[in-house]
């Protein structure tokens, strides 16, 4: 039997699907981290695309001018990258890493909420705070769901096995 056979037919689900999610998480946040450092145009232009769609008012203010808040930004991101892939590649020693992923972007997502609140106008940060909100909930279904299935089960029952050793 093939690996991806192996992947899909291992006795714990939630973690094959947790590993599924954590690696589409852990892309979520590399890809545009380096979209923030690197090209800030077309990051923010992202934004204001998803602002129209939502009939947002035009949003003027020159985001991709600081490099301070941008730099911040990018880095707050790649570490939610990082933290999504150890997750990934080990849920049994790594569990614990949930916490701070959780908290920072729950946190981001309630920023984005008052900063709607404050200005309406921005949509997008409406759209912002519902999609962090619903990441957070993904980081704590999948994580949490996959670390009770599998916590005292062998590491040679699962594929791949947590911190992808080799097994048999």
């Given at each position: ?69 941008r730099y911040l930004g990018a880095a707050n991101v790649m570490t939610l990258g ?57 980081f704590v279904y999948f994580g949490v769901g996959a670390w009770r299935d599998i ?18």
């Open positions: 039997m093939g690996w991806m056979a192996s992947f899909f037919g291992q006795p714990s689900k939630r973690y094959r699907n947790h590993q599924i999610a954590f690696l589409i998480l852990t892309l979520n946040f590399v890809l545009p981290a380096v979209s923030y450092t690197f090209f800030p145009k077309t990051a923010i232009d992202q934004f204001l695309q998803v602002n129209s769609i939502l009939g947002g008012a035009p949003y003027s203010f020159p985001e991709e001018q600081s490099r301070v808040w990082f933290m999504c892939f150890l997750l990934m590649f080990n849920i049994k020693k790594f569990f614990i890493v949930i916490i701070p992923l959780t908290f920072m972007k729950a946190y981001a997502a309630t920023c984005w909420l008052v900063g709607w609140a404050f200005d309406p106008g921005a949509r997008f940060f409406l759209a912002a705070a519902v999609l962090d909100y619903v990441t957070s909930a993904a916590r005292d089960r062998p590491d040679g029952d699962l594929v791949p096995p947590p911190g992808w050793k080799r097994t048999g």
